[in-house]
């Protein structure tokens, strides 16, 4: 039968191939028809997921069902709840560190990060001739609540982003959307988006975007 | 039973697995013994294509069938069709996203881009030392049907171009052969020269070509 | 029946596809519960190993068990010996070649490699905010023997490092963990890390970490 | 039954996952223990070969046997003539082309390219320290018998080069090696040896060497 995490495992092995999940690094989740959201426990390998690598929490953090004895929700399920909090549309939230995205987050020093404008984000339903697009750009602190409640403070009293992303600064970004297909095309849309202006400055033909 | 379809599904996965067509992005088409092309439906995910992502049209435009009910073809038919009219030898035409032609379509400000001289270009039958050859390098718009009519007034009042493609600027490349396979190598081609393009100039050791 | 030889099997495969061990370069090893540690053969391809290319040998280097007749210990034996005797909590020994860690080999003239503060050193233990972790840098030499001699000299007067790890220049990473599985891990962080620190060099935007 | 074509068909499936084969890029040869060397068939994409993609000629280029029906040599088997001639242990010569070995082909405008001084020589028994050690640099002609003169030219008033490669300009490499395995290590490290170059000049870190 099938189930919210089979998707979950399947963009886990898709991010994996593409070196974002190194480590143990990385947490997908999924909300769930029985309730509350699928999220990767800790530790767990994300290119190598089985449904017993989840545990089922409430949006509140509580902990309703584990795929398998001892699992713990990963250590950045607050930031999760944030999402699911703030955007009731979403379905999906990844979680995922590349190079590029760790690169890019010191191309500005201010809050917000523009993205190069780039025909993909037309993924992003964002239409017009060259768009002016920005996505937040957060700091990272080694105290996730405290990601969660910057992450909170700055995406509660702003009009909901265009792009459902936010960048942590040196750890990577964090990608919404209204189903788990749907949030794996756009994390794969953001990634290439950095990594073209990882490769637009490395060649020194980045323009003033 | 084969199928033009067949051909198509597996160049959408080889170009996948180099990022050539992040989310839902890039197009595919070839022409279909049955009278027009079948080209991707609408939002399909070109690694993972099934013959139900197809749609066949006419070349000029006109639904004749759908893989499976309620797809549409391509909002970047238009391009497709600008090509099997201004080269009617075509029979397959491919629209890919690398992060490489982005890069690479910001080294030139004019209305060709010049092409380093690889010996891979023998692949397109260009036969000659330290070559010369340029591709047409467009500006991009939302509105995908300027695009087509940008390329088409480019195209329509030349010589055929020794190379069968064209960048588009920050969008990505559109190559056309004259069978799905051919076109595929071309793809793989013109890619390779544009990553070279790329690393040349990261590396500081462009030439003045 | 399940061998230690297995998991370090599925690292070189792992590795492999990344680019790590080519040619016939790393050698991976791991305790083995009969006694000593299996480290792979001499010659043998790290992206297709079979039990049959790995020997068990003491840890002082004596041959205790061949998987096949006349295959011998890697040249680098004493490398992983020396990490064993100095680290007797070690399960298992990593040493893969990436041209990364070959570049950022250059960073330092020094006798250790500041690691960039990236997030993913939580995968080390490190808990920190702006986190100063270092690696030893230590020359490479022809003469394993001499390599081996350097890495105890240095580790055996020091506290132990935070990061399981050592640097040669211009050869690879070595990297150590309580068992295979983790090791692996570790390998991925801290190759990504180094692709990081390439990257962000190359792109103009490392900062004085 | 086993058959020298086997190996090669590997290794050229290997080249093609790292994009060095494009298009119908590169070719491959063996000597076969029926005589003369098999060699890939003109416009074979290297990356799925069967065994009908190989002719069997003669050390002076007579067609012996066809895999199938209508197949010609590679167009640049007078290259593979020319290694198998100089070089009587020479057991399989391939020829790929990756962007970096172009990009690097451009780092020197003499006869002679240096490799930088890893670690990884040791995989061609170059066991000094510090080594210094020097590949060709031809010329690129689109006339293939020319090149092929030149490597002649090249190599036979020469000692026996270490390295058993050569590099031509804006084309690609050519390995050989005492047997089809050996051959596809030396690839692997030769390339590995030149993208580290790419990625050591475009972060500002190349040394002296």
Do not use: C
Not at 105 to 124: D, Q, T, W
Request: aromatic fraction near 8%; hydrophobic fraction near 45%; charged fraction near 20%.
């Amino acid at each position: 039968m099938a189930d919210e995490r089979d998707e979950l495992i399947r963009a886990g092995r898709l991010f994996d191939r593409r070196g974002w999940v190194e480590g143990t690094g990385g947490n997908l989740s999924a909300r769930a028809a029985a309730g509350g959201f699928w999220i990767t426990a800790s530790g767990s390998h994300k290119g190598e997921l089985t449904r017993e690598d989840f545990v089922r929490v409430d949006i509140d953090g509580t902990l309703l069902e584990t795929g398998a004895p001892g699992r713990r929700p990963s250590a950045e399920v607050a930031i999760h709840q944030t999402v699911y909090r703030l955007f009731p549309q979403t379905g999906a939230v990844y979680h995922v560190h590349s190079t590029e995205a760790n690169v890019v987050s010191l191309f500005s020093n201010g809050p917000m990060l523009r993205l190069a404008p780039l025909e993909v984000l037309k993924g992003f339903r964002v239409m017009e001739d060259n768009p002016r697009v920005e996505i937040p750009l957060l700091p990272n602190w080694s105290n996730v609540a405290q990601i969660a409640a910057d992450m909170h403070a700055r995406l509660a009293n702003s009009p909901p982003p265009r792009i459902p992303a936010a960048l942590i600064r040196l750890h990577g970004i964090t990608v919404w959307g209204p189903d788990a297909l749907t949030a794996r095309h756009y994390v794969e849309l953001l990634e290439y988006i950095l990594r073209f202006m990882v490769q637009a400055r490395s060649a020194g033909v980045e323009e003033d975007w």
